[in-house]
């Protein structure tokens, strides 16, 4: 990889994690490709985006949009989105799936963190399941009220 190509890369990635909420560093030595494949397909399912990147390369771009004090080292798997609970769920749920991979760090919302509050952020509905809880909630009164109606004609009917 030349100099050119390096800083070209460094500044893809310096865009991306500004635009994005949430990078989680993962560690995926032993994976087979098949494996690295399921994780880039259900990551593309939710939107996010999946690459192994040199450390050098990745600490620079990270540093850049102000994650300090991540140490890079050994195998390194950044997976990025503009959705930080979509990126703690499909980096938890490939975790908990392959006992060889593992969660290592993660920057959300301009702070580095650590592997215990992606797996909390892993625990939240994801915005669709809150829209549903919502409108499931909504729709309750009306719900109950035609339940009565219905209920109130059957006792009708068998009088």
Same mark, same amino acid.
């Given at each position: 990889?030349?100099?050119?190509?390096?800083?070209? @890369?460094?500044?893809?990635?310096?865009?991306?994690?500004? &635009?994005?909420?949430?990078v989680?560093?993962?560690?995926?030595?032993?994976?087979?490709v098949?494996? @690295?494949?399921?994780? +880039?397909?259900?990551? +593309?399912?939710?939107?996010?985006? /999946?690459?192994? /990147?040199?450390?050098? @390369? #990745?600490?620079?771009?990270? *540093?850049?949009?102000?994650? &300090?004090?991540?140490?890079?080292?050994?195998?390194?798997?950044?997976?990025?989105?503009?959705?930080?609970?979509?990126?703690?769920?499909?980096?938890?749920?490939? #975790?908990?799936?392959?006992?060889?991979?593992?969660? *290592?760090?993660?920057?959300?919302?301009?702070?580095?963190?650590?592997?215990?509050?992606? &797996? #909390?952020?892993?625990?939240?509905?994801? +915005?669709?399941?809150?829209?549903?809880?919502?409108?499931?909630?909504?729709t309750?009164?009306? +719900?109950?009220?035609?339940?009565?109606?219905?209920?109130?004609?059957?006792?009708? &009917?068998?009088e």
């Amino acid at each position: 990889m030349t100099r050119a190509q390096k800083a070209e @890369l460094i500044d893809f990635l310096t865009g991306e994690f500004k &635009e994005s909420e949430a990078v989680a560093i993962c560690d995926y030595k032993g994976l087979t490709v098949a494996e @690295l494949e399921t994780l +880039r397909n259900s990551a +593309r399912d939710s939107e996010l985006k /999946v690459r192994v /990147v040199k450390n050098k @390369l #990745a600490s620079i771009a990270l *540093k850049s949009v102000g994650a &300090e004090g991540l140490d890079l080292k050994d195998t390194n798997l950044l997976i990025w989105g503009a959705d930080q609970i979509s990126v703690a769920k499909v980096a938890q749920k490939f #975790a908990d799936d392959n006992k060889i991979f593992t969660v *290592k760090a993660g920057f959300v919302e301009g702070e580095v963190c650590d592997t215990s509050k992606l &797996e #909390a952020l892993s625990k939240l509905p994801s +915005r669709d399941e809150l829209i549903g809880m919502l409108l499931s909630v909504w729709t309750a009164p009306i +719900r109950n009220f035609v339940t009565g109606l219905d209920n109130l004609k059957s006792k009708k &009917e068998e009088e």
